[in-house]
């Protein structure tokens, strides 16, 4: 084609350059962050592959490098998310539900808005020294497991209602019309309807919070979890730690045998998300297959 | 037969079972109805017609109450259902959508099931036990002359049928809860030549048990469908008659305009 047939397209071949530019240039960036994290994951599970083992999920911290595990810290992070996940799902989305669902616009709920975005951005350790004077003095609860799930349900709230409230609004107003217009309440429009819909959105939310709720370690340490304890808790009151906390613990020693253990550790931690997403992977598979 | 009083000059109508009555319906400042007065005889095709923006889908959603969920909405003026105020504080606003049913202008299916879209209406209303759910679904679908093409894949989901018979599925689901009443915006607007023959069709076998509202900008379709025409224009509504006569013998020289497509 030269330009003599298309007189009136003079810069297409400049263009055409422009835009390979641009794509590579994206992808470029993208690899670019593929390939940090894949560096990141290699020099860890170079580091911590050797360490792990069933007796290294089996025991509990040691001095000595060699008996050591990280079942406290395990079976405290099970805890941990379970309780946490008990807390923060139910009432997240049934905010998210009331804001997107019932509440009318207005002063009260432009309010209420405002106030969780700002919250979402709180500093974690904000919510350890909350979590701190409320749960573990306020209500007596101890440096339990059960006031470390409270306090991470706060700190995860706020993201939770709003990927609520964006999968919700998602849904398209005529579904809810078509449903009300067949004499449903709106309550029977949103739980038979809207809800299932928005179903794979609010997951995502839900793992997402939670992926953050595991790895932080500055406020439990604030509500006083524990970095060396040889049990691993039988109830919600119970003393505990959690993987990041001992993660951090044992990176911080100077013997280079506790790196390695430090980095099978987060290893175990990798594998815990894993399943989480795994989770939630299936149960959006089966709640697609279901519609 | 009725008189309508607030029609000059009055017609003589078949007992009526909606009406307006000098309703207006006011979008914030803007008013969207101006004091219309629309009869619906029972059992027959109203079609209200007009150019882009007359208001004729903001006065038939007056009649099942769906304005409610717009913001700033505000009316006055009455609105009768076989004389009984629709808008009266102990009307359930739920229940009159349930005995008067709507069909939108773009066909919106649950995303579920064919079985499940048209079942769940009556099932969450109370209308029917759970085993009379496969003979309502299937008088329903063969009412809305669906139940031929899809009697074999009743758990596909709705949103796999075509255009057309998503449209006859919305019809179904809606016929499904036994209404008095049709209402239908633009039901074939989004949808083909075919489609929409087999719609009107449909409409002609309806006819016999309940009372369509119809809002068409497709002028052959409300001669072709409806025993009545009414014909809005910039919120007023300008004539209303019988079809034959607000075609071919208009009394307004805007209805004239409008029907011979001088102008919308």
């Given at each position: 084609?030269?330009d003599?047939?298309w007189?009136?397209?003079?810069s297409?071949?400049r263009?055409?350059?422009?835009?390979?530019?641009?794509?590579?240039?994206?992808?470029?960036l993208?690899w670019?962050?593929?390939?940090?994290?894949a560096?990141l994951?290699?020099?860890?599970g170079?580091q911590?592959f050797?360490?792990?083992?069933?007796?290294?999920?089996?025991?509990?911290?040691?001095?000595f490098?060699?008996?050591?595990?990280v079942?406290?810290a395990?079976?405290g992070t099970l805890?941990l998310?379970?309780l946490?996940?008990?807390?923060?799902?139910?009432?997240?989305?049934a905010?998210?539900?009331?804001?997107?669902?019932?509440?009318?616009?207005?002063?009260?709920?432009?309010?209420?808005e405002v106030n969780?975005?700002n919250?979402?951005?709180?500093p974690?350790?904000v919510?350890?020294l909350?979590?701190?004077?409320?749960?573990v003095?306020?209500?007596?609860?101890?440096?339990s497991?059960?006031a470390?799930?409270?306090?991470?349900?706060?700190?995860?709230?706020?993201?939770?209602?709003?990927?609520?409230r964006e999968?919700?609004?998602?849904?398209?107003?005529?579904?809810r019309?078509?449903?009300?217009?067949?004499?449903?309440?709106?309550?029977?429009?949103?739980?038979?309807?809207?809800?299932?819909?928005?179903?794979?959105?609010?997951l995502?939310g839900?793992?997402?919070s939670?992926?953050r709720?595991i790895g932080e370690?500055a406020?439990?340490?604030?509500?006083?979890a524990?970095?060396?304890i040889?049990?691993?808790?039988?109830?919600p009151l119970?003393?505990?730690?959690?993987?990041?906390i001992?993660?951090?613990?044992?990176a911080?020693?100077?013997?280079?045998?506790?790196?390695?253990?430090?980095?099978?550790g987060?290893?175990?931690?990798?594998?815990v998300?894993l399943?989480m997403?795994?989770?939630?992977?299936?149960?959006?598979?089966r709640?697609?297959?279901?519609s | 037969?009725?008189?309508?009083p607030?029609l000059?000059?009055?017609?003589?109508?078949p007992e009526l079972i909606l009406e307006t009555?000098?309703l207006?319906?006011f979008?914030g400042?803007?008013e969207?109805?101006?004091k219309?007065s629309?009869p619906?005889p029972?059992?027959?095709?109203?079609a209200?017609?007009?150019?882009?923006?007359?208001?004729?889908?903001?006065?038939?959603?007056?009649?099942?109450?769906?304005?409610?969920?717009l913001?700033?909405?505000?009316?006055a003026?009455?609105?009768r259902y076989?004389?009984?105020?629709?808008y009266?504080?102990d009307?359930?606003?739920?229940?009159?959508?349930?005995?008067?049913?709507?069909?939108?202008q773009?066909p919106?299916?649950?995303?579920?099931?064919?079985?499940q879209?048209v079942?769940?209406a009556?099932a969450?209303?109370?209308?029917a036990?759970k085993?009379e759910?496969?003979e309502?679904?299937?008088?329903?679908?063969r009412?809305a002359n669906?139940?031929d093409?899809?009697?074999d894949?009743?758990?596909?989901?709705g949103?796999?049928?075509?255009?057309?018979?998503?449209?006859r599925?919305c019809?179904?689901r809606?016929?499904?809860?036994k209404p008095e009443?049709?209402?239908?915006?633009?039901?074939?607007?989004?949808?083909?030549?075919?489609?929409?023959?087999?719609?009107?069709?449909?409409?002609?076998?309806l006819?016999?048990?309940?009372?369509?509202?119809?809002?068409?900008?497709n002028?052959q379709?409300?001669?072709?469908?409806s025993?009545?025409t009414?014909?809005?224009?910039?919120?007023?509504?300008?004539e209303?008659?019988?079809?034959?006569?607000?075609?071919?013998?208009p009394r307004?020289q805007?209805?004239e305009?409008?029907?011979?497509?001088?102008?919308?």
């Amino acid at each position: 084609m030269s330009d003599a047939a298309w007189p009136g397209l003079p810069s297409l071949a400049r263009r055409h350059r422009r835009a390979a530019l641009a794509r590579r240039g994206f992808a470029l960036l993208t690899w670019l962050g593929v390939a940090l994290l894949a560096v990141l994951l290699l020099r860890v599970g170079r580091q911590g592959f050797a360490w792990l083992d069933w007796g290294f999920l089996t025991s509990f911290p040691s001095r000595f490098p060699a008996q050591a595990g990280v079942l406290s810290a395990l079976a405290g992070t099970l805890w941990l998310i379970g309780l946490t996940a008990l807390f923060s799902v139910p009432i997240g989305i049934a905010a998210a539900i009331y804001l997107e669902e019932f509440s009318r616009p207005g002063r009260l709920r432009s309010a209420i808005e405002v106030n969780i975005a700002n919250l979402a951005g709180v500093p974690s350790i904000v919510y350890g020294l909350l979590g701190l004077a409320f749960f573990v003095r306020g209500l007596n609860l101890g440096r339990s497991v059960l006031a470390g799930a409270l306090t991470m349900s706060l700190l995860i709230l706020p993201t939770i209602i709003i990927a609520a409230r964006e999968a919700l609004k998602a849904v398209p107003q005529s579904l809810r019309q078509g449903a009300m217009a067949l004499g449903a309440t709106r309550w029977q429009a949103v739980r038979h309807h809207a809800l299932p819909s928005a179903l794979p959105g609010i997951l995502t939310g839900i793992i997402l919070s939670l992926s953050r709720a595991i790895g932080e370690a500055a406020p439990l340490i604030m509500i006083g979890a524990l970095t060396y304890i040889a049990f691993t808790p039988d109830g919600p009151l119970d003393d505990f730690t959690a993987l990041p906390i001992q993660i951090y613990n044992w990176a911080s020693r100077p013997q280079k045998d506790f790196h390695g253990l430090a980095a099978a550790g987060i290893l175990v931690l990798l594998a815990v998300l894993l399943l989480m997403n795994a989770a939630a992977v299936a149960i959006r598979y089966r709640s697609q297959r279901k519609s | 037969m009725q008189e309508t009083p607030d029609l000059k000059p009055p017609l003589a109508l078949p007992e009526l079972i909606l009406e307006t009555r000098a309703l207006s319906i006011f979008y914030g400042a803007n008013e969207a109805v101006k004091k219309v007065s629309l009869p619906i005889p029972q059992r027959r095709i109203t079609a209200i017609i007009g150019p882009s923006g007359c208001g004729k889908s903001t006065l038939l959603r007056a009649f099942n109450r769906m304005n409610e969920f717009l913001a700033e909405v505000r009316m006055a003026g009455e609105v009768r259902y076989r004389g009984r105020n629709l808008y009266a504080p102990d009307v359930d606003p739920v229940e009159v959508r349930a005995r008067i049913g709507m069909v939108f202008q773009k066909p919106n299916p649950f995303p579920k099931s064919i079985f499940q879209n048209v079942a769940w209406a009556p099932a969450i209303n109370g209308l029917a036990a759970k085993r009379e759910l496969p003979e309502l679904v299937e008088t329903s679908l063969r009412q809305a002359n669906l139940w031929d093409e899809v009697k074999d894949r009743l758990d596909a989901s709705g949103l796999s049928l075509s255009g057309g018979q998503q449209q006859r599925l919305c019809i179904a689901r809606a016929l499904a809860m036994k209404p008095e009443i049709i209402l239908m915006d633009e039901p074939a607007s989004a949808l083909d030549p075919i489609s929409t023959a087999r719609i009107e069709d449909l409409l002609f076998e309806l006819k016999e048990r309940y009372t369509i509202v119809i809002v068409t900008h497709n002028m052959q379709q409300a001669a072709r469908v409806s025993d009545y025409t009414a014909f809005m224009d910039l919120g007023v509504m300008v004539e209303f008659g019988e079809t034959d006569q607000v075609f071919t013998r208009p009394r307004e020289q805007r209805t004239e305009d409008y029907v011979t497509g001088r102008f919308g």
